[in-house]
């Protein structure tokens, strides 16, 4: 930044100071950040758009079927070349990413994070990858959010807000629905449902979907409107596709994460590549719907277009035919999250969003199918109103994130007619899901670390402090064979503290020795030569873990052994010590800090 920017900056510093409450300029903020965040979907969108539309230009079109196969590869090894050689930083995934960012960095995100998504992900997507923009918009207008809230020298509680802002901005312009993003928001990142926080979260809401209208117009992403109304008597229907939609969620998140897994250990890129650009090309040349985000499955599904819906592949001929059609729906189920996790499995940038809700409006469209054929119902039920519910089922379980799913689909169909269904549907999809697996895609992984910010204020602010600045390190180190004559002059005399930890050669911890374990003795000079170190020294009431020990852990840790001191070891090496005076000191300042 010049100097002349800077001194400009300060004076809009001293000037908002005077004019300006802290409520009133985050709420200004929040303005500005709707508003960047809806100009990154439109980009985003926009850019991936171009790149399909080149892709589908009259030279290849006549040889699309053949491309299918390849498009993906190319794709995913541009993305690649671009994060090893352009940016020379990892991108990441856009809003597990984000969250580690709030949990463990205090809301900082680098600049670079400001335009990697924006280029990486339609790159990604634009060539066939099968995954979503969801997840890359939000990530890149986080991390808008956080760095115009470091140039404003905003504490931590404020950049988190401003990054929620940032989320519920991209999300309303991309779908054009302000308060399922709102709630997005609240659901995903943790945030407080407060008035303070609330309106900065209104207002980008309604800036991002003014951007989004300014440019697309009142073009929707799925331009759908209910036919059909909620009957009563299909209450059971609803609620079976919850159970239906937790087994999928369920099998979304085990065949995800297994083959993340698998890949990772992989560990040349260009093998990976090879292997994922391969598996998921020969995935999209046999079943095309699965070739990019799949908006235009949905939409066709909606619309009972099979022919459309299902793409050109072998099958075509047999579309008249239902267990045909059943069968494909089935596979679009399976195999699209084989084929999204491919694509990240590969180098691939974007997000599972999409694929959420492609395989759930698959689901529900085959779940509503088979219903309707078996004749066991008096009237049929409407296939296009279990397409919509089966979206919001498969987001509450995979995503965890139930009122997002309400709402979405409720805003999507303009009224709320279907609002009973979605909560039905919503409700036990999440409920069954949580029991089995309790976190959402994007915080299994945090979760696992003790790295996850959840709405408990107590886990939140646990979560949120730093074990390694807590870490005293003013003790004097005694060893096993010292005399107590010894211990007296190099420990006791040298140090203020009244606890000595024991080491060996190594530095890996043996005990601990207290000044009132010694202080019976430390007077006899006649035992300064017989006693050792190794005959007086304790155990510790327990061991810190640096490396494994979380917050929670610790706090358990202090409260069970009523010690005011514990040691801190390192792969069994001796760090220091933290006091619970310290650490209760830590946990009231970082709670006044996340509550500002």
């Known amino acids: 930044m010049s100097k002349f920017s800077k001194s400009l900056l300060h004076r809009f510093l001293n000037w908002k100071t005077k004019h300006l409450t802290h409520q009133q300029f985050l709420m200004l ?9 809806g100009l990154g979907a439109v980009a985003i969108k926009n850019l991936t ?13 006549n040889y699309h079927d053949a491309f299918y196969f390849i498009f993906p590869m190319i794709g995913l090894a541009l993305t690649i070349v671009i994060i090893r050689f352009v940016f020379r930083k990892n991108v990441g995934h856009g809003i597990p990413t984000t969250l580690h ?41 986080a991390s808008l959010g956080s760095n115009i ?47 303070a926080s609330l309106l900065p979260l209104l207002i980008a809401s309604v800036s991002a979907i ?40 369920i099998y979304f998140t085990k065949i995800y994460f297994s083959i993340h897994n698998i890949f990772g250990k992989v560990k040349s890129p260009l093998l990976r590549l090879l292997l994922c650009g391969a598996g998921l090309g020969i995935l999209i040349y046999f079943i095309p719907p699965l070739y990019g985000e799949g908006y235009s499955v949905i939409n066709n599904l909606l619309q009972e277009n099979y022919l459309e819906a299902l793409g050109a592949n072998f099958f075509n001929a047999y579309l008249e035919n239902f ?26 940038v974007g997000g599972i969003f999409a694929p959420v809700l492609f395989m759930g409006s698959a689901m529900g469209h085959c779940f509503a199918l088979v219903l309707n054929h078996l004749n066991i119902l008096k009237n049929p039920i409407s296939v296009s109103n279990f397409t919509l519910v089966g979206m919001a089922g498969l987001m509450a379980g995979v995503l965890h994130a139930p009122l997002t799913a309400i709402f979405l689909i409720a805003e999507l169909t303009h009224g709320y007619e279907l609002f009973v269904p979605l909560m039905i549907t919503a409700a036990i999809s999440f409920i069954i899901t949580s029991q089995f697996q309790p976190h959402s895609v994007y915080t299994m992984e945090l979760a696992a670390k003790g790295e996850l910010l959840t709405h408990n204020k107590d886990q939140m602010v646990l979560t949120l402090m730093n074990i390694n600045r ?42 601990i020795i207290l000044l009132d374990d010694i202080r019976p003795i430390m007077f006899d000079q006649k035992l300064y030569d017989e006693v050792t170190v190794s005959e007086i020294m304790q155990r510790a009431p327990e061991i810190i873990d640096i490396r494994n020990d979380r917050m929670k852990e610790i706090m358990r840790k202090f ?31 970082k709670l006044i800090e996340a509550t500002v």
């Open 101 to 141: 960012a709030i949990s463990q960095k205090k809301g900082i995100m680098t600049r670079f994070q400001m335009y990697a998504s924006l280029i990486t992900a339609p790159i990604t997507v634009g060539f066939g990858g099968s995954v979503g923009l969801e997840g890359p918009t939000v990530a890149t207008g």
């Open 210 to 249: 003014l951007t989004s209208y300014f440019f697309f117009g009142s073009q929707l992403i799925l331009p759908f409107e209910l036919q059909d109304k909620f009957i009563i008597s299909e209450v059971p229907y609803y609620i079976l596709l919850g159970i239906l939609a937790s087994l999928v969620s």
């Open 323 to 348: 267990w045909v059609v059943i069968i494909l729906l089935i596979g679009l189920v399976v195999f699209k999250i084989i084929a999204s996790s491919l694509t990240f499995a590969a180098g691939g």
């Open 29 to 37: 903020l929040s303005a500005i950040i709707g508003f960047v965040a």
């Open 559 to 589: 409260q069970d052994s009523n010690a005011w001191n514990l040691p801190v070891v390192k792969d069994d090496v001796y760090q220091g010590f933290i006091s619970k005076s310290k650490l209760l000191t830590a946990y009231r300042k």
């Open 470 to 511: 807590l870490i005293e390190r003013n003790f004097i180190s005694l060893r096993p064979e010292m005399t107590l004559g010894e211990v007296i002059k190099e420990g006791v005399v040298r140090s203020s503290r009244n606890i000595f930890p024991v080491v060996d050669e190594n530095g890996t911890l043996l005990g």
């Open 149 to 195: 809230s470091r140039m404003f020298l905003l504490n931590q509680a404020s950049r988190t807000l401003l990054i929620g802002c940032a989320a519920a901005g991209a999300m309303s312009s991309i779908f054009k629905a302000p308060i399922a993003a709102i709630i997005f928001a609240i659901e995903v990142f943790s945030l407080d449902l407060t008035l």
């Open 49 to 61: 758009h171009f790149i399909q539309t080149l892709l589908e230009g009259e030279f290849i079109a």
